[in-house]
C-alpha cells in the first residue's frame, strides 16, 4: 500500500519501530565510524537508532514515500543524517559507497525483493553487511492478531474478503525464506536471528485509537469495519483485553525476523 500519513503512522507502529530499530541495528553489528544506508526508512526510527549508537556514524535514509521522508527530516536534525525519495530496487548511490545496508520492517513492502536485495549489497563494500527485520506476521504480533480474532468474531466474511484482496500470507517470508533471499543474493555468512521486544499501554485507548488513524490499509480496515459494525469491534477487543489483564495497562510481546550477510570478496 501506499504511505501517506507519517503522523498516524508514528501513533501506530512507530513506536513499535523505534523501540526495535536498536536491537536491529545491534544484531547488524554497526560499528562506529560507518556510513549506513537506511533503505525504507518511514520516519527516521532506524536512521534515529543508528546516530544514537555511536557519535561518528552517518546516515542516509531513502523512501518512496515522500510525505515520510519531509517527516523524517523534519524530525531528525542532524549533520550526520540525509533523507531522500528513493526505491530499494533502483539505489541512486555508486558501488560500494556505504559500510552496511539496512532495512526496517520493508522487505514485505518490496515489489522486486530479489531485485532489492541486490542492489543493497551493490551499494555495499566488501566485508560490509546487508540486513533486513520484518514483524513475525504469522505468530509473533499478538497487538494484530487480537485485532484479527476480533474482527473475525464480528465479521468473518469482511476478514476473509480482506485477505483474498491482498492476496498475501502474513507469515511470508519467514525466517528460511529471508536466509535464501540472502544466500541467493551472493551475500555470505549469513545469519537469521529473531529479536524480541515488549510494548506497554497505558490503556485500552492507547492501544486501539492508532487503529483507527489510517496509517495502513489494515488500520483503513480496521476504521471502516468498526464503524459498519457500530463500534463492536473495539467492544469485543476491549472485552478480550480486559479478560486477559483486567481494566488498565497491560504489554504485549512482538517478535520480528531478522537476517543479516556480509558482502562477498
Ligand atoms: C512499515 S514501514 C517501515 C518504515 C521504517 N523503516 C520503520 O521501521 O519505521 C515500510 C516502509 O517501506 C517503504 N517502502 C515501500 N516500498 C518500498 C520500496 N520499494 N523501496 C523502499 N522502501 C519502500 C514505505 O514507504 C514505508 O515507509
Redesign the pocket.
Known amino acids: 500500500m501506499?504511505?501517506t500519513n507519517p503522523a498516524a503512522?508514528e501513533c501506530f507502529?512507530?513506536r513499535w519501530?523505534?523501540r526495535?530499530?536498536p536491537r536491529f541495528a545491534a544484531f547488524a553489528g554497526i560499528r562506529s565510524g560507518e556510513r549506513v544506508l537506511?533503505?525504507?526508512?518511514?520516519?527516521?526510527?532506524?536512521s534515529r537508532a543508528l546516530i544514537d549508537l555511536a557519535p561518528n556514524i552517518d546516515v542516509i535514509g531513502?523512501?518512496?514515500?515522500a510525505s515520510?521522508v519531509d517527516w523524517a527530516s523534519r524530525s531528525l536534525r542532524s549533520p550526520r543524517v540525509r533523507f531522500q525519495v528513493?526505491?530499494?530496487?533502483a539505489l541512486a548511490f555508486a558501488d560500494a559507497a556505504f559500510d552496511a545496508a539496512l532495512?526496517?520492517?520493508?522487505v514485505?513492502?518490496?515489489?522486486d525483493s530479489p531485485r532489492?536485495v541486490r542492489e543493497m549489497a551493490r551499494v555495499t563494500r566488501r566485508g560490509g553487511c546487508v540486513a533486513a527485520c520484518k514483524w513475525d506476521f504469522g505468530n509473533g504480533l499478538p497487538m494484530l492478531s487480537l485485532f484479527w480474532q476480533a474482527a473475525e468474531a464480528v465479521s468473518p466474511d469482511a476478514v476473509a474478503r480482506y485477505r483474498a484482496n491482498r492476496g498475501i500470507r502474513p507469515d511470508y517470508p519467514g525466517p528460511d525464506e529471508l536466509a535464501a533471499l540472502w544466500r541467493e543474493s551472493g551475500l555470505s555468512e549469513v545469519r537469521t536471528v529473531a529479536l524480541g521486544i515488549t510494548m506497554e499501554f497505558d490503556s485500552f485507548e492507547d492501544f486501539w485509537l492508532p487503529f483507527l488513524g489510517g496509517a495502513?490499509a489494515l488500520c483503513v480496515f480496521a476504521g471502516d469495519l468498526n464503524d459498519a459494525t457500530q463500534g463492536a469491534v473495539a467492544r469485543r477487543l476491549r472485552e478480550t483485553l480486559a479478560s486477559m489483564f483486567g481494566v488498565g495497562g497491560f504489554a504485549l510481546p512482538a517478535r520480528a525476523w531478522a537476517v543479516v550477510g556480509v558482502v562477498a570478496d
Open positions: 501506499t504511505y503512522y507502529m512507530g519501530s523505534a526495535l530499530a537506511d533503505v525504507g526508512c518511514g520516519t527516521g526510527n532506524l531513502i523512501d518512496p514515500a515520510y528513493g526505491t530499494a530496487e532495512a526496517l520492517l520493508v514485505q513492502e518490496l515489489v532489492a495502513t
